[in-house]
């Protein structure tokens, strides 16, 4: 009997309170290798907390986060991104000014070889323009030049851009919260075929995101949070938007669902 996907990162009873509120109520989750897991979830479901914790922008209050079946205990986002774990933030957290190349490699700079140029901290703008070149060219995301400021791109390559530099460094995950929030059907479109081709690559995924047509045209699995806690996983090639939305709002609960609408 062959063992199933690999869990490349879980959470298991998450708790976050802020005071008397409390966000995350022992909520489970678990994302496989070479998967788009969407997270989907009403207003106050405690979707951003859980994301939050996982990328390391919050410490839970209880519960215990694993990645690759290890412990860990991340108490900022830089320790997140050192683990392998890469986050794409809603408003982008692009410097407009600067240009591609130079976004890309943002907090990342390559320094000259020299030893000289490296005490004086000199960038390789060269080689930094040339390896952007390479994971753009990987991801197939076509612009015309590294050195164009972002501020002359669209609102979608943009986001391409975003989401190539995740891509780039990310060892194990990609979150995306809200990637194509704000964008038209051909520059959302765009963003969902690149979330398909960074999973394609081998990294596992969780989309966050309202929007619920592109949620079941590029999720593998849906995890659907409500009050503070998982509430089901679901497959969305067996399973209707409005059946998810109804176990989103509570009207209608897990055990309800045909045995095939559940993602296992």
């Known amino acids: ?57 919050t410490l839970p209050t209880s519960g215990e986060i694993l990645l690759d079946g290890r412990a860990v205990h991340f108490r900022s986002p830089i320790e997140a991104r050192r683990a392998g774990i890469e986050t794409v933030y ?3 957290a692009v410097a407009p000014a600067m240009t591609i190349a130079e976004n890309l490699f943002l907090g990342r700079e390559l320094l000259r070889a020299n030893p000289l140029a490296r005490w004086l901290r000199i960038l390789d703008k060269k080689a930094m323009a040339a390896q952007a070149v390479q994971r753009l060219q990987e991801l197939k995301v076509g612009i015309r030049s590294m050195t164009q400021a972002v501020e002359t791109l669209s609102g979608g390559q943009r986001q391409c851009v975003a989401v190539a530099r995740a891509a780039a ?12 929030a704000a964008l038209g059907v051909k520059e959302g479109n765009m963003v969902l075929d690149l979330i398909r081709r960074v999973r394609d690559r081998g990294l596992a995924v969780v989309l966050i995101s309202h929007n619920m047509p592109h949620v079941f045209e ?5 995890h659907i949070q409500r009050l503070g ?14 059946d998810a939305v109804a176990v989103m ?14 993602a296992h």
């Open 1 to 57: 009997m062959s063992a199933g996907p690999r869990i490349v990162m879980q959470a298991r009873g998450l708790v976050k309170r802020y005071g008397h509120v409390t966000a995350l109520d022992g909520t489970d989750f678990e994302l496989r290798e070479r998967e788009v897991l969407a997270v989907i979830g009403d207003n106050g479901a405690g979707k951003s907390s859980l994301i939050k914790a996982l990328s390391g922008a």
């Open 90 to 92: 809603q408003d982008l």
């Open 169 to 180: 460094f990310a060892q194990h995950v990609v979150i995306m919260d809200e990637p194509t």
């Open 218 to 222: 590029v999720a593998d699995r849906i």
């Open 229 to 242: 806690r998982r509430a089901a996983v679901v497959n969305p090639k067996a399973i209707g938007m409005s």
């Open 249 to 262: 709002t509570g009207a209608c609960a897990a055990q309800d669902l045909p045995a095939s609408a559940l």
